[in-house]
T-cell receptor, first 114, second 113 residues
Framework: KAGVTQTPRYLIKTRGQQVTLSCSPISGHRSVSWYQQTPGQGLQFLFEYFSETQRNKGNFPGRFSGRQFSNSRSEMNVSTLELGDSALYLC?????????????FGSGTRLTVV | SQQGEEDPQALSIQEGENATMNCSYKTSINNLQWYRQNSGRGLVHLILIRSNEREKHSGRLRVTLDTSKKSSSLLITASRAADTASYFCATIFSGAGSYQLTFGKGTKLSVIP
């Protein structure tokens, strides 16, 4: 069975631009979460979606947004990019959410803001 | 903010030895999970232990949970070079409707052949 697919794998953007990252979860998984990983802050939770509804949101500015489609695929968008947004962005899917099962992570999108 | 703290931050052992990593957290949890990450790639789920469980095994992995001390440990027995990776503990808060993982900073394990 296919894993969690994130596209693109690598991205270079300029300050002030916006970016959209995509995540296709494992078939049948309805929960999709996004995490940001940086050397300084480690792994930080961005948001979690379940059946197209945002259930949880992390402590990130409003420039970070996301959505989930009816087929459970998810996108996250970062507007007005800053140098500090350079990070590995990880998507994770789960059947119902992490309270009963672990998450399956994608390989991530490495975003570099210059 | 990071809830979990792993200890040690880095660990170097010889192949065949056992590796023990510890994790502490701050709030009441629904469950605690351990993940492995190789060289900045995606995380791989290793094991989930619920708040009402004390010990769990999976292959060469043994996880313990002490909710009174808010701590957990991951033991990898008979380590292999392929176990070289960063290991993270992550918790899910016990509050209703909480589904986010809160990660620690991780333990970097090096297994020397």
């Amino acid at each position: 069975k296919a894993g969690v697919t994130q596209t693109p794998r690598y991205l270079i953007k300029t300050r002030g631009q916006q970016v959209t990252l995509s995540c296709s979860p494992i078939s049948g998984h309805r929960s999709v979460s996004w995490y940001q990983q940086t050397p300084g802050q480690g792994l930080q939770f961005l948001f979690e979606y379940f059946s197209e509804t945002q259930r949880n949101k992390g402590n990130f500015p409003g420039r970070f947004s996301g959505r989930q489609f009816s087929n459970s695929r998810s996108e996250m968008n970062v507007s007005t990019l800053e140098l500090g947004d350079s990070a590995l962005y990880l998507c994770a899917s789960s059947y119902l959410g992490g309270r009963d099962y672990g998450y399956t992570f994608g390989s991530g999108t490495r975003l570099t803001v210059v | 903010s990071q809830q979990g703290e792993e200890d040690p931050q880095a660990l170097s052992i010889q192949e065949g030895e056992n590796a023990t990593m510890n994790c502490s957290y701050k709030t009441s949890i629904n469950n605690l999970q351990w993940y492995r990450q190789n060289s900045g790639r995606g995380l791989v789920h290793l094991i989930l232990i619920r708040s009402n469980e004390r010990e769990k095994h999976s292959g060469r992995l043994r996880v313990t949970l002490d909710t009174s001390k808010k701590s957990s440990s991951l033991l990898i027995t008979a380590s292999r070079a392929a176990d070289t990776a960063s290991y993270f503990c992550a918790t899910i808060f016990s509050g209703a409707g909480s589904y986010q993982l809160t990660f620690g900073k991780g333990t970097k394990l090096s297994v020397i052949p």
